[in-house]
């Protein structure tokens, strides 16, 4: 079964002129403990990206400046209406060993929670529910 996409608001953590990236984790490899731990494919930040429902995103950047950067980065989960609840952060150089852990237990359980198709699009949302009635009701005359 394909993934349910929705589109969501893709944070920028830190300063734009200074590094910055987000990913969409699918696995964790437990026996590093720097940024390439993390597997994934990488998105945009700062901007509205397609992703699937229940997916993890890690994103980071830095603050400050070139010679000395403030480092954070911010775990979110994507929710089924497009938005992102946030799982946890971190700073500091360690970042990357400080969310291991609480990102291989969200990548359980995201894999034990099953994803429900809705028979309906969240894009229905933008119609009132007397268009929604009236299109139904055409629906069920033909």
């Known amino acids: ?18 590094k910055n990236w987000a990913k969409v984790v699918t696995g964790v490899d437990e026996t590093l403990a720097s940024g390439w731990a993390y597997e994934g494919e990488f998105i945009a930040t700062g901007g509205i990206q397609d ?27 994507v929710n089924g209406d497009g938005t992102t609840t946030v799982i946890t952060s971190a700073k500091g150089r360690a970042w990357a060993r400080t969310l291991r852990d609480v990102v291989v237990e969200a990548l359980e359980e995201a894999a034990d929670t099953p994803i429900v198709q809705k028979a309906w699009d969240v894009g229905l949302l933008q119609y009132s529910d007397a268009a929604l009635r009236e299109e139904l009701a055409r629906r069920k005359s033909d």
């Open 51 to 77: 992703v699937p429902i229940g997916s993890i995103i890690l994103s980071y950047g830095e603050r400050g400046s070139r010679t000395n950067p403030q480092v954070e980065a911010t775990v979110l989960r």
């Open 1 to 18: 079964m394909e993934p349910i996409l929705v589109p969501v608001d893709v944070p920028l953590v830190g300063d734009e002129r200074r």
